[in-house]
């Protein structure tokens, strides 16, 4: 059977449902967290997102699920390689737990599930830890809310041009953001101007450099023309004078970095999943 129609629904055992379980209460914690923070609001006519907006909605999550148990299962097996890989799926799963914190019903699914999975789903979301290559085009027309923090697909996506390094790409050593338009409600209450996101300074951050109907909310810190969040809203002109299906996020969200995510980062993740699946007004 050819890769690309193979569709596999991720199967736990018993330990992975203990290991699931912890990182559900993980995730929970991070929820409280965000609500007792002490993020600064910007002053004046910020706008808000919906926290309901998520009730009872579908997201389909679209992950990488068999790296880990093919570095399970090799032999010899590669320890530092499994440890990489578990993280990822950690990470994963953590995403997944905060989505369900928000009232989401999420599904999970591989990078080669056919594009019909989708049907009926509220919000797609496409994890950095899949293989571009296996995703391509195939969610790019669909007029379903959609999030990438997987950068390499913001070409197939119809979100930038193409090229990596010049129209999007990866930074390492990041830590902060730039907040330029803290009114949009994609902003998340936070104050224009520098955001520590992430809790150390040795993370990776994805960008892009979004066609002319994007609006941008953050920025690199110091590289104003990389995009770490921008948004279309639907209709909005894309690359190359495509239209934008429905709303679509690009969020800076590398492999390993959900866990890390500080009180403002995990705001804004937060304003990007409810205002994906707001009806635009």
């Given at each position: 059977m050819a890769r690309g129609n193979i569709s596999r629904e991720l199967t736990f055992d018993l330990n992975e449902d203990l290991h699931r379980r912890r990182l559900l209460c993980g995730a929970a914690a991070m929820a409280a967290a965000l609500l007792i923070s002490t993020v600064t609001p910007a002053v004046g006519r910020a706008a808000t997102v919906n926290p309901d907006a998520g009730r009872g909605k579908s997201v389909l999550y679209v992950g990488n699920l068999t790296k880990l148990?093919?570095?399970?299962?090799?032999?010899?097996?590669?320890?530092?390689?499994?440890?990489?890989?578990?993280?990822?799926?950690?990470?994963?799963?953590?995403?997944?737990?905060?989505?369900?914190?928000?009232?989401?019903?999420?599904?999970?699914?591989?990078?080669?599930?056919?594009?019909?999975?989708?049907?009926?789903?509220d919000l797609i979301i496409i994890s950095e830890s899949v293989d571009a290559l296996d995703v391509g085009g195939k969610y790019r027309n669909l007029p379903i809310p959609l999030i990438t923090f997987e950068n390499d697909l913001l070409g197939e996506l119809g979100m930038t041009d193409w090229k990596n390094g010049r129209d999007y790409g990866t930074d390492d050593n990041q830590r902060f953001i730039f907040v330029v338009d803290a009114p949009h409600p994609l902003a998340a209450g936070l104050k224009a101007g520098v955001q520590n996101v992430l809790t150390d300074e040795h993370f990776k951050m994805n960008w892009g450099k979004p066609g002319p109907g994007a609006v941008t909310i953050a920025t690199l810190l110091g590289e104003p023309e990389k995009a770490a969040v921008f948004a279309y809203e639907k209709g909005a002109t894309m690359n190359a004078e495509s239209l934008a299906p429905a709303r679509r996020v690009s969020f800076f969200l590398?492999?390993?970095?959900?866990?890390?995510?500080?009180?403002?980062?995990?705001?804004?993740?937060?304003?990007?999943?409810?205002?994906?699946?707001?009806?635009?007004?």
């Open positions: 148990e093919k570095a399970k299962a090799a032999i010899p097996i590669d320890p530092k390689r499994v440890a990489q890989l578990q993280s990822w799926r950690d990470n994963d799963l953590k995403a997944v737990s905060f989505l369900q914190s928000l009232g989401f019903k999420v599904r999970q699914t591989d990078e080669y599930s056919a594009v019909d999975l989708a049907k009926g789903q590398w492999q390993d970095t959900f866990e890390a995510l500080r009180p403002e980062g995990l705001a804004l993740f937060r304003a990007a999943i409810l205002w994906a699946v707001t009806p635009p007004e």
